[in-house]
């Protein structure tokens, strides 16, 4: 078979560089798609640092509440100790 035929068919088809320029917008296409991506997952980073910090400080404040309520209770419960029982 004669590739000469071949060849030339599908360049009068798809045009001299049709194919090439094919390849190359299908390349730029994948990398720009790559770096949507990218900058998508850069912004979801950066949501759950923001989360992951506001989470800490919000158990840290319950941490804190919660010891004050542990001593509140102590206090409560020597005072009831001292007190006559009924």
Do not use: H
Request: hydrophobic content about 40%; proline content about 0%.
């Amino acid at each position: 078979m004669d590739y000469t035929l071949l060849i030339n068919l599908i360049s009068v088809i798809f045009g001299g560089t049709g194919i090439v320029s094919y390849f190359g917008a299908r390349r730029e296409r994948i990398a720009s798609a790559k770096k949507v991506e990218s900058e998508v997952f850069a912004g979801w980073a950066d949501i759950y640092d923001k989360m992951a910090q506001a989470t800490e400080k919000k158990i840290a404040d319950l941490v804190k509440e919660i010891e004050e309520l542990k001593k509140e209770l102590n206090d409560y419960k020597s005072r009831c100790k001292l007190c006559e029982k009924k």
